[in-house]
């Protein structure tokens, strides 16, 4: 599905990209460094942070975990980003306390 370059979905892809160039940056990572750790190639870490290409859920928890940190400050921090740009984030009634009782 294509979508324009305004589209929500897209201003969220742009925002995490840059959200996880700064995260590195902040770790004191080269590009180079974050793919050793994750075990790929430099480019790929290049495509995420340009929004190149999508980082799938599991890819993320793993870049995530390569900057000593986790996905709950970084879901944190893009939602803070989120609202700095004016995308209204979903967000699920009852919150994940209630969404994790739900799933067990």
């Known amino acids: 599905m294509k979508t324009s370059k305004t589209s929500p979905f897209n201003r969220e892809q742009l925002a995490l990209a840059e ?10 990572l080269t590009q180079e460094q974050l793919a050793e750790s994750l075990k790929w190639r430099q480019t790929d870490v290049s495509k ?4 190149a290409r999508l980082i799938g ?23 803070d980003r989120l609202e700095r740009l004016g995308i209204a984030a979903p967000s699920p009634k009852g ?7 739900k799933l067990r």
Do not use: N
Not at 19 to 28: H, K, N, Q, S, Y
Not at 57 to 79: P, S
Not at 95 to 101: A, E, V
């Open 19 to 28: 959200l996880l160039r700064d995260m590195r940056t902040i770790a004191g």
């Open 48 to 51: 995420v942070e340009r929004c």
């Open 57 to 79: 859920h599991v890819e993320l928890r793993h870049w995530v975990a390569a900057l000593h940190t986790d996905m709950i400050a970084l879901e944190l921090e893009f939602q």
């Open 95 to 101: 919150g994940l306390r209630h969404k994790r009782q």
